[in-house]
């Protein structure tokens, strides 16, 4: 089921008079077969169904990334703030390659399980405009930024990498940027276009500039195929029990129910979830920004 399909399933939920089973409605949409039973293995197949192997191939891919992204470092030892750090993972991968790491999480449960799992990782739990401006001066050679620059604005990111970055120091960025026909937000989602006028307005080079757009579009698209093939078919399953169980009150909220749906989620999904827009509208890039020139 794909979202923009969704109100008008909800709606005909409200329609509906008759008795119907939420199961058929969740089978439907799921397996998409046009069948309801249970199917018939082959004596061969195995006892389980087991999805481990594409979750095994998308870990492989997030170690890929990894791996992909160091290469872009410049060769050395470092102290290092990885801005966004997430659970730590990356930050404990440095660690271990000698680099001295500060990590920086403004969510406090990623805060307790980096100090938890990888305690030679120094945490700071707070956002990265708080901790920019309580650390001294010129105290880190490289700023890594894994898919967290998007939320800082760029009038904000470029004094705090003037303060903490020593004389040489750089900047490595791995996130998506807008393309074309995609509106960037004021600290979110930045033009890739505009950040280059930054970098050169500020005094810093790109020494590394690598699109990796197709490389992650798998993973756009494993993202899209759970939405409409999983979460949006149990979205309905909820709805049509709800509706079977009350349908009174399901059709007193419906339209404020679709009022929601329409103006918070399916604004969000097409955009950046669907591969084919993702590919036309955005770019994910490796950059990395390089002092020109020390600070004033």
Same mark, same amino acid.
């Given at each position: 089921?794909?979202?923009?399909?969704?109100?008008?399933?909800?709606?005909?939920?409200?329609?509906?008079?008759?008795?119907?089973?939420?199961? /058929?409605?969740?089978? /439907?949409?799921?397996?998409?077969?046009?069948?309801?039973?249970?199917?018939?293995?082959?004596?061969?197949? $195995?006892?389980?169904?087991?999805?481990?192997?594409?979750?095994?191939?998308?870990?492989?891919?997030?170690?890929?990334?990894?791996?992909?992204?160091?290469?872009?470092?410049? $060769?050395? =030892?470092?102290?290092?703030?990885?801005?966004?750090?997430?659970?730590?993972?990356?930050? *404990?991968?440095?660690?271990?390659?000698? /680099?001295?790491? =500060?990590?920086?999480?403004?969510?406090?449960?990623?805060?307790?399980?980096?100090?938890?799992?990888?305690? +030679?990782?120094?945490?700071?739990?707070?956002?990265?405009?708080?901790?920019?401006? *309580?650390?001294?001066?010129?105290?880190?050679?490289?700023?890594?930024?894994?898919?967290?620059?998007?939320?800082? +604005?760029?009038?904000? +990111?470029?004094?705090?990498?003037?303060?903490?970055? =020593? $004389?040489?120091?750089?900047?490595?960025?791995?996130?998506?940027?807008?393309?074309?026909?995609?509106?960037?937000?004021?600290?979110?989602? /930045?033009?890739?276009?505009?950040?280059?006028?930054?970098?050169?307005?500020?005094?810093?080079?790109?020494?590394?500039?690598?699109?990796? =757009?197709?490389? %992650?579009?798998?993973?756009?698209?494993?993202?899209?195929?759970? %939405?409409?093939?999983?979460?949006?078919?149990?979205?309905?399953?909820?709805?049509?029990?709800?509706?079977?169980?009350? $349908?009174?009150?399901?059709?007193?909220?419906?339209?404020?129910?679709?009022?929601?749906?329409?103006?918070?989620?399916?604004?969000?999904?097409?955009?950046?979830?669907?591969?084919?827009?993702? +590919?036309?509208?955005?770019?994910?890039?490796?950059?990395?920004?390089?002092?020109?020139?020390?600070?004033?």
């Amino acid at each position: 089921m794909k979202v923009q399909d969704f109100p008008e399933f909800l709606s005909a939920l409200g329609r509906q008079t008759g008795s119907f089973d939420p199961v /058929h409605i969740l089978y /439907h949409h799921l397996f998409q077969s046009g069948y309801l039973h249970f199917g018939f293995w082959s004596e061969g197949s $195995p006892n389980e169904v087991d999805l481990g192997a594409l979750v095994e191939r998308f870990r492989s891919a997030q170690t890929r990334f990894a791996d992909e992204l160091l290469a872009c470092f410049p $060769p050395g =030892t470092y102290r290092i703030l990885d801005v966004g750090a997430g659970q730590g993972r990356f930050s *404990s991968e440095l660690a271990a390659r000698g /680099h001295a790491v =500060t990590a920086v999480t403004p969510c406090a449960y990623q805060a307790e399980q980096i100090m938890k799992r990888y305690p +030679a990782v120094t945490v700071k739990n707070a956002r990265f405009q708080e901790v920019g401006v *309580s650390l001294p001066p010129a105290t880190f050679d490289l700023i890594l930024f894994s898919e967290s620059f998007r939320y800082i +604005a760029l009038d904000e +990111a470029f004094p705090l990498f003037d303060r903490l970055l =020593t $004389p040489g120091g750089c900047v490595v960025i791995a996130d998506w940027f807008v393309h074309a026909g995609a509106k960037a937000r004021h600290g979110h989602d /930045h033009d890739h276009h505009l950040l280059r006028k930054e970098t050169s307005a500020r005094g810093f080079t790109i020494a590394v500039e690598r699109d990796v =757009t197709q490389n %992650i579009l798998p993973t756009i698209k494993l993202t899209y195929d759970v %939405i409409c093939e999983f979460y949006m078919p149990l979205a309905g399953y909820v709805a049509a029990k709800l509706s079977q169980k009350y $349908p009174r009150l399901y059709r007193l909220c419906l339209s404020r129910i679709l009022r929601w749906f329409e103006r918070r989620v399916l604004p969000q999904v097409p955009g950046r979830s669907d591969p084919a827009v993702f +590919a036309e509208r955005y770019r994910y890039y490796f950059f990395v920004l390089k002092r020109a020139h020390p600070a004033v």
